[in-house]
Nanobody, 123 residues
């Protein structure tokens, strides 16, 4: 059984930082594109960042410059470190994995999804 398990969410003040983790179980994801998406209440799920198996990365404009995505293939784990958090970053954050040629910002391109972790940024 393949599972993606997110952790690290919580309540943080605006301007603070947070590190999200996504640990994969049941399969080795070293050759998968892995990504972070988020969904705020009443909004569609949106792309945040993704990392290809070669370690190339892509970020949404809304988080570029204040977020870093990384992966540790030996630990089958992906991370998202976010700084200078804003109230508009409040959402449920999901990790995803898929066999993709390159990096995709489209949720349907990803085969596996975690259950999500809540991030709340207070003003």
């Amino acid at each position: 059984q393949v599972q993606l398990i997110e952790s690290g969410g919580g309540l943080v003040q605006a301007g603070g930082s947070l590190k999200l983790s996504c640990t994969a179980a049941g399969r080795t994801f070293s050759r998968y594109t892995m990504g972070w998406f988020r969904q705020a209440p009443g909004k569609e799920r949106e792309f945040v960042a993704a990392i290809y198996w070669s370690d190339s990365t892509r970020y949404a404009d809304s988080v570029k410059g204040r977020s870093t995505i990384s992966r540790d293939n030996a630990q089958n784990t992906m991370y998202l470190h976010m700084n200078s958090l804003k109230p508009e970053d409040t959402a449920v954050y999901y990790c995803a994995a898929g066999i993709i040629l390159g990096i995709s910002t489209i949720p349907r391109d990803y085969e596996y999804w975690g259950q999500g972790t809540q991030v709340t940024v207070s003003s």
